[in-house]
């Protein structure tokens, strides 16, 4: 049987093997303790405020605001869960690179948690936009098309007249998207037991 020399002692290899592979899980383990409360957000920040509307008028409300709107609906408008939707449509692949990052963060010379935890949020960030960009939602009303669509941009008085005129409803608009700003707002953000460790994302 060939065997190792290790400090003085003989050790059979096979014997040497199952200690490194231990020791390689005790230091697995080690790690993975350390990002057990490894938190990865993203979402918009309640301080942004949407664009005003033309011709001024009252404070336009926080992009968060408008997000949570577009998400569950209001009175006059129907819900388009486009956070709901990210996580159905994107569920697997967010899962299988979460668990890509922890098997390359328990290596002994894998990356670090930050750089983990940033990984993951810009993920996430881009599978957010990209159900605002091509989700599944009920199509905008004529009224909003016709606000939306037309160049120059109509207002909510003229669009109304628009219509009761027969003026023809203008086509390529989309739900969620209007200047782009909810989707360029997006950001990320990562807490490790409540420590923030890196954000990312518009400005």
């Given at each position: 049987?060939r065997?190792a020399r ?7 290899t ?5 200690i490194?592979?231990q ?5 697995a383990l080690?790690?993975?303790?350390e990002?057990?409360d490894l938190?990865?957000e ?10 005003p509307?033309e011709g001024?008028g009252?404070?336009?409300?926080s992009v968060?605001?408008?997000?949570v ?10 819900a388009?869960?486009?956070?709901r939707?990210t996580?159905t449509r994107?569920?697997a ?5 979460l668990a890509?990052?922890l098997?390359e ?7 670090s948690?930050?750089?983990?935890g940033?990984?993951l949020?810009?993920m996430?960030r881009?599978?957010?936009q990209?159900t605002?960009?091509?989700?599944d939602f009920r ?7 016709m606000?939306k669509?037309?160049?120059p941009r109509?207002t909510?008085?003229e669009?109304i007249a628009?219509?009761a005129?027969?003026?023809p409803v203008?086509?390529?608009t989309r ?7 909810m989707r360029?707002s ?5 807490r490790?037991?409540?420590r ?5 994302g518009?400005r």
């Amino acid at each position: 049987m060939r065997s190792a020399r290790r400090v003085g002692a003989v050790i059979p290899t096979s014997t040497g093997r199952q200690i490194r592979t231990q020791l390689r899980v005790i230091e697995a383990l080690r790690r993975y303790s350390e990002v057990r409360d490894l938190l990865v957000e993203a979402g918009f920040p309640g301080e942004l405020r949407s664009e005003p509307a033309e011709g001024g008028g009252d404070s336009p409300p926080s992009v968060l605001q408008v997000a949570v709107w577009n998400e569950f609906g209001t009175r006059v408008a129907p819900a388009r869960p486009f956070m709901r939707q990210t996580l159905t449509r994107h569920a697997a692949t967010l899962r299988n690179e979460l668990a890509r990052a922890l098997l390359e963060y328990g290596r002994q010379r894998g990356p670090s948690v930050d750089r983990i935890g940033a990984r993951l949020g810009v993920m996430l960030r881009g599978a957010i936009q990209e159900t605002i960009r091509g989700g599944d939602f009920r199509d905008n009303a004529d009224l909003t098309k016709m606000i939306k669509g037309s160049r120059p941009r109509k207002t909510f008085r003229e669009a109304i007249a628009a219509l009761a005129d027969g003026e023809p409803v203008p086509g390529g608009t989309r739900p969620l998207i209007d200047t782009g700003q909810m989707r360029q707002s997006v950001r990320w953000r990562v807490r490790l037991a409540g420590r923030v460790l890196g954000s990312g994302g518009a400005r």
